[in-house]
């Protein structure tokens, strides 16, 4: 992506390789904490992309993004820094803001871009920061200045600590079992794979508890930093230099994780991401400001803030050291998700994946993206209840209806064409009912295979919505010409605000609390009469023209990605005569992954950092 934070495959399960992929509010309310591991001393953190924000110009573009997240219980944002020439400027800005606001951050080094060789670099990098208010400090005595990575394996750490000339708490996203000079370790992947890049199969299937455990192994006792992550899509065609288009397996992922890690209760937690909007798995705003490499012609009217509402009561019971969310739920509320196109929609014709590219990472593929079959046709739902109550939902003609406890439910109800309804009753009244504003459709929205998720909530939050020009810069690209504008159709689309946090404690105290007072019996009319984009109909492909709805605008030019979210220059691996194999000389000739695949051989220049082998051999 713009920082890409693509997914090295991974090796067998006995090292584990650590990934290389892939509402203002008054500063008063800030203050206040849904709850934060006072006994306990557990954090939750988020990661959150730079490289896309070279736009903000100020410390206030920042205020946003570090309210909500508090809001919502978010303790830090790991800032995802490369080499830009803008991060040092953006960094300050967050760090200012974060202070203003009552949060923290620490910085995350992605080695997609700086280079292992670059130890006393990154220390100095951590030296100038390390000391600002708001910076993340942890240990007994809390001087210890907590930093992460992306990827990095064959950093040295003892330079960096060397360089930093400060107490350091390292927490590298490493392979497990390289992580025994760090003090933690952070793993990367989130997703249930294959171990090789790719979502599961019948003959493999790597679940992120197997991660968990093989990281738990290997750090021996040491804090463990595990990851959450709701969802993962990318579609990305000739428009750009990193061609790659997979989905891993998420239908209920973000529900089951969380209730993962009551159990597991790690030290850490991050989610993955704030802002990571190429790879569809942003649990931040639309409108966080940020540029566009394309990735908006499947993030347009696709919020995904009640994920955030889902996690809030699991965010609080965890940090609790509560093995179950009940006692965290402060209000009834329906949280669902689904994806805007049926699988059987066929957009072949259209879709901005169908020209071939070069493709030395094997990420990419043409058409409806890789793992598509690992995704169920279904609308899901949580009702997060006070008390008992029924849940009805209709997606199209599809309808069921469903008796939920007191507590967390996840239900999934087959998708079906047209509008989605969703109701809580309890007594014969009516708590809560409303009308998505988005539709699902049986064709093809903008032309393409769209399979990132819309969310939403009843209660309806705030409007949501791309930023123009900046969030819709790349949008035409790959794009059929007239198949959809930039500009977001959902207008005051349902997208829960941030909460109202209920204590008043510290980043290192701890409180959990329910209300007790019994619902109110509400009923949430929908925000707007529901719309669909237009889709573009396609038909399978054939000798004879293919018909396709079509408006007459004009098509753009596709522009090339900004520099904050371009990838490096790609150069195709030179072919080895006879052998079915291809020679590597940069890394560059590898990205997204970073790593030799079964036909690759490496000829880098003498004295570079060899590349690893995906396969771990």
């Known amino acids: 992506m713009h920082l890409l934070t693509f997914i090295l495959p991974l090796v067998l399960l006995a090292s584990f390789v650590s990934p290389a992929s892939t509402h203002k509010h008054a500063h008063a309310h800030m203050e206040r904490r849904q709850s934060t591991g006072k006994s306990t001393g557990k954090m939750v953190f988020c990661h959150f992309m730079v490289g896309i924000v070279s736009g903000r110009t100020s410390a206030a573009d920042y205020d946003d993004d570090m309210a909500r997240a508090k809001a919502f219980g978010i303790d830090a944002f790991a800032l995802n820094i490369g080499l830009d020439d803008y991060t040092d400027s953006q960094l300050g800005y967050a760090y200012q803001s974060a202070a203003k606001n009552g949060m923290k951050l620490f910085i995350s080094f992605d080695f997609n871009w700086w280079k292992t060789s670059q130890a006393a670099d990154v220390g100095a990098k951590i030296k100038q920061f390390g000391n600002q208010p708001a910076q993340l400090k942890v240990g007994p005595n809390g001087d210890q200045v907590f930093v992460s990575s992306f990827i990095g394996d064959e950093l040295d750490l003892a330079s960096v600590r060397s360089a930093a000339g400060l107490p350091l708490f390292i927490a590298p996203n490493f392979k497990a079992s390289n992580a025994a000079n760090a003090d933690a370790a952070f793993n990367w992947m989130a997703w249930p794979s294959n171990g090789a890049n790719k979502a599961p199969t019948d003959a493999v299937n790597v679940t992120v508890a197997d991660g968990d455990q093989a990281y738990m192994k290997a750090l021996g006792g040491k804090p463990y930093m595990a990851p959450a992550s709701p969802w993962f899509f990318t579609h990305y065609g000739a428009e750009v230099s990193y061609s790659k288009n997979w989905v891993f397996p998420s239908d209920l992922l973000w529900y089951n994780r969380w209730a993962e890690i009551l159990q597991l209760a790690p030290q850490y937690v991050e989610i993955i991401s704030w802002n990571d909007y190429g ?290 220059t790609t150069t195709s691996p030179t072919p080895n005569s006879g052998s079915g194999s291809s020679t590597i000389t940069a890394l560059s000739q590898l990205y997204p992954t970073n790593c030799l695949q079964k036909n690759q051989v490496w000829a880098g220049p003498p004295g570079s950092d060899a590349a690893a082998r995906c396969d771990g051999a």
């Open 279 to 568: 790879e569809s798995h942003y649990v931040g705003p639309l409108s966080s400001p940020h540029s566009d490499d394309g990735n908006s012609k499947w993030v347009n009217d696709m919020p995904h803030n009640g994920w955030l509402e889902m996690a809030k009561p699991f965010i609080a019971a965890y940090k609790a050291g509560a093995k179950s969310v009940n006692q965290h739920i402060e209000k009834d509320q329906l949280v669902y998700w689904y994806r805007p196109s049926l699988k059987s929609a066929n957009c072949d014709s259209t879709d901005n994946t169908m020209k071939a590219v070069s493709n030395p990472s094997e990420n990419f593929f043409q058409g409806r993206p890789n793992g598509a079959d690992t995704l169920s046709d279904s609308v899901f739902v949580i009702a997060l209840l006070k008390e008992p109550g029924t849940v009805k939902v209709s997606s199209g003609s599809n309808s069921k209806t469903f008796t939920a406890q007191a507590g967390a439910n996840a239900y999934t109800v087959n998708m079906g064409a047209g509008k989605q309804q969703f109701s809580l009753t309890r007594g014969g009244n009516t708590v809560l009912s409303g009308t998505s504003p988005r539709d699902i459709s049986a064709d093809c929205i903008c032309g393409i295979y769209n399979f990132n998720a819309y969310v939403g909530t009843l209660p309806a939050g705030q409007p949501d919505a791309l930023r123009s020009p900046e969030g819709f810069q790349g949008f035409k690209s790959g794009l059929p010409p007239g198949a959809c504008q930039p500009t977001p159709l959902l207008g005051t689309a349902a997208v829960s605000a941030a909460p109202e946090p209920t204590d008043v404690v510290t980043l290192s105290q701890n409180s959990s609390s329910s209300s007790s007072s019994s619902s109110d019996i509400i009923t949430i009319a929908p925000v707007e009469t529901p719309i669909s984009q237009p889709p573009v109909t396609s038909t399978e492909p054939s000798s004879s023209s293919t018909s396709t709805t079509q408006s007459s605008a004009s098509t753009s030019t596709p522009q090339p990605a900004p520099t904050s979210t371009n990838a490096p």
